[in-house]
T-cell receptor, first 115, second 112 residues
Framework: GAGVSQSPSNKVTEKGKDVELRCDPI?????LYWYRQRLGQGLEFLIY????????KSGLPSDRFSAERTGESVSTLTIQRTQQEDSAVYLC?????????????FGPGTRLTVT | GDSVTQMEGPVTLSEEAFLTINCTYT??????LFWYVQYPGEGLQLLLK?????DKGSNKGFEATYRKETTSFHLEKGSVQVSDSAVYFC???????????FGAGTRLAVHP
């Protein structure tokens, strides 16, 4: 079946502009995560959605970052007034529920470059 | 807070060599442990996992054992192939945080 998809695959934007990144999780997966991977580094957690519960936003680095998810479907990550340090690969993952041992399936990522 | 530390790369090996990539963790409670792999130009994939102490995860010839006493989850493979060249990430999932916490990644390059 279809995996996690993300769009766009690449995005180049000017400093100060807003960007919106999209994630389509695997159908039926109730949990959805956003991570950021800076060049040569591991993944940093940004935000987590589980069903209709309030999202865990504890990883968002600043109030310029926000994310939404409608029910158990598509999620969008928005970065306002982009800065050069926002340049990274943004990865989305989904899982069938949550808990110890539950596998997260990752999308291919969106590579964001802020010039 | 919870954290994962893995050996820095790059690791460069000849084909058929033995591989070890060290991973240690700090966590409250009893996390699940994972190794993810990122092949060139591809997305992150789960390689193996272990959910409790002394469990051994294995896949594609790779193994890792959850060692609670040493808080480690080292990745091993007896004979690497060129196709194993990738970046390997150790990660833990702590139920208290509901997220994966990743190490910085270790790049492996295998030469014929």
């Amino acid at each position: 079946g279809a995996g996690v998809s993300q769009s766009p695959s690449n995005k180049v934007t000017e400093k100060g502009k807003d960007v919106e990144l999209r994630c389509d999780p695997i159908s039926g997966h109730t949990a959805l995560y956003w991570y950021r991977q800076r060049l040569g580094q591991g993944l940093e957690f940004l935000i987590y959605f589980q069903g209709n519960s309030a999202p865990d936003k504890s990883g968002l680095p600043s109030d310029r970052f926000s994310a939404e998810r409608t029910g158990e479907s598509v999620s969008t990550l928005t970065i306002q007034r982009t800065q050069q340090e926002d340049s990274a690969v943004y990865l989305c993952a989904s899982s069938l529920g949550t808990g110890l041992g539950v596998e997260q399936y990752f999308g291919p990522g969106t590579r964001l470059t802020v010039t | 807070g919870d954290s994962v530390t893995q050996m820095e790369g790059p690791v460069t090996l000849s084909e058929e060599a033995f591989l070890t990539i060290n991973c240690t963790y700090t966590a409250t409670g009893y996390p699940s442990l994972f190794w993810y792999v990122q092949y060139p130009g591809e997305g992150l994939q789960l390689l193996l996992k272990a959910t409790k102490a002394d469990d051994k995860g294995s896949n594609k010839g790779f193994e890792a054992t959850y060692r609670k006493e040493t808080t480690s989850f080292h990745l091993e493979k007896g004979s690497v192939q060129v196709s194993d060249s990738a970046v390997y990430f150790c990660a833990l999932f702590s139920g208290g945080y509901n997220k994966l916490i990743f190490g910085a990644g270790t790049r492996l390059a295998v030469h014929p």
